[in-house]
């Protein structure tokens, strides 16, 4: 028999058992053995004090760029994976608009391999809907699954084909598998580098009006509703958008939504003075707009919180506004911002919030974790609530440091990520 | 090394400025249009001072008005131009910031097709920086030379009626136009096709007129804008032709209007598009004033920038002839 781990005293927050509560967790060969107020140790048993911490699944990113293959000076798969377990996450999913992009079932499996090889947060491959990203016609989305996908989207790009979206929605329901789109219609926004409005008229610099994400929006919902398909709406950004999803919920429409950290918290003000940390696609938009998807998370319109984490290289966003790319990093931010900006301001309690952040990720992809229960896999992030820190991007273990967010005084530290029952990160 | 006088460090924009800070320009280059008419035109004024022009995108006018205006000055200038990709523009700008501070120049001039180029450049260097016209944000100098020119001709900025006509939405001669004249108590419109107009400029505090017909009964002053080829091209008026038809400054247009209009444009001029000739040549024409002004308005930022004193200029630049 194996060595035995007791998670022993924290408050457990457990929302897949409706749970919130000072247990004791005991693992035992990666799996979740046991959760009751009180276990024994027995001699072989690993005891960690847990006392005045919070014990939650493991946190699910189901948004970020891993930059390999291609870009491994901004990432790499195991840089980002290490950046993800510091941050609590013990699953990501890694978006394909590498280079080369991930559409074919080998670079499916030269991502799982390289996930596993780096031996922190489960990195879980997402393909290509578009051979090459292109947007013409599908990639080898059933071969792709078989080795190891678990969703399909052209992120990074929207599927401007409305012909090839609906294809890819009615496709994907052979494997069980979401179709993520990053909605925007190019038409609208190409020429754009930030929210279009009164903040881009001062700053002279051509906008992207809301139109261009909402229109995809509808497009999408429209299309899932028409071959029932399940689309995975990302990044939702516009007060519309929001509504447009509140509605097509209510009519039974297969759709589930995320929102970032960054589009919760942050306006178009911020890219005021040019500030290339705070450009990024979609764009910061307005207050009325924040308000919107604050709202949305809150009342399950928006399923997921994800950190559409985009790395780049310091020198690529030392720039004028319009030559620097999109993007900010966000998993060793995200729950910091969260607990600070969105629980403490009233949006989600804390069981509200690992929701968000754990179980309707895992239902949304279909992963495991996003549970506690006994017999589930032992993916745990365990945070001190009270710990008070100042986001300094030196010390980010991702190989970039574009964050807005420098400076700020968040509350909640990860102590411990757990991923099939082994500690990968203590902080 | 760069020193800070009357506008701080730099000249990004003349939206961060007060009306007093414009206004001790608009006071300071009184004076310096006087060197201009000498036969001599030089006075020691940044005498052992080195500039840098730093173009970015391709000018004529703004970069010979500065030359001039450094030269008259006494200042050394170094004239640098780049074209390329935008990307390539972007590392450029980091690693040309570094060498100039390395050569230890005291100002630099920097027109640039990105917005925000300018500002960029002065957060990263400790010389002075001019801004000669960043994207579609702002061309501080050009306002200002706007403002000198209305000022000459009508006595007073405060109380006017400017309209700006043409391509808004592209602009950087129309921001600096609005913040610097809203400041000096203008009251300022813009007019222009619908789709170089961004429904925004609205919450600025100006008017909109979507017809120029309607612009021209309600002015005072009409500063006419460049209409650029490539905004054809890109779709956002049909043609040149409708252009001129329906928002081009023609005489008998002006014939309509209750008073004599000024008539001003930043150049180059698209005669028989944006403006017709008789109108450019005509008695309500201050576009080469404008021209003269620039050279006086660049000198006077010049020297405060320096660390001049406004009430000091005078004395700064001499009596008469050397």
């Known amino acids: ?427 | 090394m760069s020193q800070t006088g009357a506008l701080g460090k730099d000249l990004v924009g003349l939206e961060s400025l007060s009306r007093e800070q414009i206004v001790a320009i608009l006071d300071t280059a009184e004076p310096f249009k006087e060197i201009s008419e000498r036969r001599i035109k030089k006075v020691p004024v940044l005498r052992g001072k080195t500039i840098v022009n730093l173009f970015f995108e391709a000018s004529t006018r703004t970069r010979v008005s500065f030359e001039f205006a450094e030269k008259r000055l006494s200042a050394d200038t170094v004239n640098i131009s780049s074209t390329g990709s935008s990307v390539a523009k972007g590392e450029t700008l980091v690693d040309t910031a570094r060498n100039l501070e390395a050569m230890r120049i005291d100002m630099v001039v920097i027109r640039h097709g990105s917005s925000g180029a300018a500002g960029f450049l002065a957060d990263r260097i400790p010389s002075n920086v001019v801004n000669a016209g960043d994207g579609a944000h702002e061309h501080p100098t050009q306002g200002l030379l706007d403002m000198l020119t209305i000022r000459d001709r009508m006595g007073r900025i405060g109380g006017l009626k400017v309209c700006i006509v043409g391509d808004i939405l592209h602009s950087r001669v129309a921001r600096s136009n609005i913040y610097g004249l809203l400041k000096l108590g203008a009251e300022v419109a813009v007019c222009g096709p619908p789709t170089l107009l961004p429904r925004s400029f609205g919450e600025l505090g100006v008017r909109v007129f979507p017809r120029v017909e309607e612009a021209i009964q309600w002015a005072d002053v009409l500063n006419v804008l460049r209409l650029q080829l490539e905004r054809m091209e890109a779709g956002y008026v049909p043609s040149l032709r409708e252009y001129n038809r329906i928002w081009g400054i023609s005489s008998e247009r002006l014939e309509k209007a209750p008073r004599d209009l000024l008539i001003l444009h930043p150049g180059p001029m698209n005669r028989g598009v944006e403006i017709d000739s008789d109108v450019a040549d005509g008695p309500h024409s201050v576009i080469l004033n404008q021209v003269t002004n620039g050279v006086a308005v660049r000198m006077a930022v010049l020297y405060l920038l320096s660390g001049g004193q406004p009430e000091k200029a005078e004395a700064a630049k001499g009596g008469g002839e050397a």
């Open chain 1, 1 to 427: 028999m194996s060595a035995r781990t007791l998670l022993r005293g924290g408050r457990v927050v457990d929302p897949s058992q409706k749970l919130d509560g000072v247990r004791d967790l005991m693992l035992a060969d990666g799996m979740v053995a046991a959760l009751a107020p009180e276990l024994e140790a027995g001699p072989d048993t690993r005891v960690i004090e847990c006392g005045g911490l919070v014990v939650t699944p493991g946190l699910i990113d189901a948004h970020v760029h891993l930059r390999e293959p291609g870009d491994e000076h901004k990432e790499t798969i195991a840089s980002g994976a290490r950046a993800a377990v510091a941050g609590g996450f013990t699953s990501v999913l890694a978006m394909p608009n590498t280079n080369p992009p991930i559409d074919d079932p080998a670079t499916v499996g030269f991502v799982l391999a390289e996930g596993r090889r780096a031996g922190a947060a489960r990195v879980y491959p997402v393909g290509c809907i578009s051979a090459g990203r292109a947007g013409e016609r599908l990639a080898l989305v059933g071969e792709m699954v078989e080795a190891g996908a678990v969703a399909i989207t052209d992120d990074g790009s929207p599927v401007m084909d409305s012909g090839l979206m609906r294809l890819a929605l009615l496709y994907a329901q052979a494997f069980g598998i979401p179709v993520a789109d990053h909605p925007e219609d190019l038409t609208l926004s190409a020429r754009g580098h930030m929210n279009a409005g009164l903040v881009a008229t001062r700053l002279g610099l051509p906008g992207k009006p809301n139109a261009a994400e909402d229109a995809h929006i509808v497009r999408d919902l429209l299309l899932a509703e028409l071959t029932g398909g399940h689309i995975h709406l990302q990044h939702v950004s516009t007060a519309f958008g929001v509504e447009m999803i509140r509605q097509a919920k209510s009519r039974g429409v297969r759709v589930s939504a995320e929102a970032t950290p960054h589009h919760l918290i942050l306006t178009d003000e911020a890219v005021e003075g040019y500030r290339t940390e705070a450009k990024m696609n979609p764009p910061l938009r307005t207050r009325a707009d924040v308000d919107a998807v604050r709202s949305g998370l809150g009342d399950g319109t928006l399923d997921t919180i994800a950190t559409d984490h985009a790395p780049h290289h310091y020198d690529e966003k030392e720039a004028a506004f319009t030559d620097a790319p999109n993007g900010i990093v966000g998993l060793e931010t995200a729950l910091g911002l969260v607990l600070t900006h969105v629980v403490d301001e009233g949006i989600l309690d804390l069981t509200a919030m690992v929701e968000r952040m754990s179980c309707q990720p895992a239902k949304v992809f279909r992963l495991p974790g996003g549970t506690l229960a006994p017999g589930s896999v032992a993916d745990i992030t365990v945070f001190d609530p009270d710990a008070r820190w100042v986001v300094d991007p030196k010390a980010f273990r991702s190989r970039s440091r574009n964050s807005p967010f420098a400076g700020w005084e968040l509350r909640g530290q990860v102590r411990r990520t757990i991923v099939g029952g082994r500690t990968v990160f203590e902080g």
